[in-house]
């Protein structure tokens, strides 16, 4: 598991290189529909990483994908809100970013511990 810390007005797609460089080669990637691109795509065939990605509405032929996979990304949404129960991270009071990320790993931590 990786995770980076990057600015509000930053697209989440933006990251997802990053993060892949961080971790080994998945078997499946699942994400919502804000990592439609073909690029992502492109760059998971090359290591042979199954895209569960749904479509977005602008794409003239849309990609299928695994229905059945996909419901399994609620447990995602449910680790992020698992996360906000916290205060500290879902108000963001640490001002240095390590501080910060410090925050979301004791809690990821301890939200896996339990």
Known sequence: MAFTL???????????????????????????KGYDANSLRDRLAATQTEAVIPSTRSRKAPIPYDTEAYRDRNLIERAFCRLKDWRRIATRYDKLAINFESAIALAAIVIWWT
């Open 6 to 32: 990057s600015p509000g007005n930053h697209a989440d797609i933006s990251e997802a290189p990053a993060l892949l460089d961080k971790c080994p080669a998945p078997a499946r990637l699942l994400a919502d």
